[in-house]
């Protein structure tokens, strides 16, 4: 059973930058797509990020250009670097392993979430 654990998360002014890992226990991520996924307060969860097995990547149209996701095997982790943020990305950011594409119910391995907040 794999384990997720964020970290990374804060607050941060508008502009800046913050980069969250998801380390994983339990298990290797080494073939498994990671995933990150947001939800803001009175919103529904949206995806954010993915890259595959093999290192393919896709980003909402919301974060592209702005957000870069990464993964370490070795370290076992992923990563998400988040550059130029601005209010709208305030959320509770979660990881995700073992799924498809940018639908969330196809997940099966998850974070607890960790908070991002933007000051403007």
């Known amino acids: 059973q794999v384990q997720l654990l964020e970290s990374g998360g804060g607050l941060v002014q508008a502009g800046g930058s913050l980069r969250l890992s998801c380390a994983a226990s339990?298990?290797?991520?080494?073939?498994?797509?990671v995933a990150w996924f947001r939800q803001a307060p009175g919103k529904e969860r949206e995806f954010v990020a993915r890259?595959?097995?093999?290192?393919?990547?896709l980003y909402a149209d919301s974060v592209k250009g702005r957000f870069s996701i990464s993964r370490d095997n070795v370290k076992n982790t992923g990563y998400l670097q988040m550059n130029t943020l601005r209010p709208e990305d305030t959320a509770v950011y979660s990881c995700?392993?073992?799924?498809?594409?940018?639908?969330?119910?196809?997940?099966?391995?998850w974070g607890q979430g960790i908070r991002v907040t933007v000051s403007s």
């Open positions: 995700a392993a073992d799924g498809r594409g940018s639908n969330y119910r196809d997940y099966t391995y």
């Open positions: 339990g298990g290797s991520l080494s073939t498994y797509a």
């Open positions: 890259i595959g097995w093999t290192g393919i990547t």
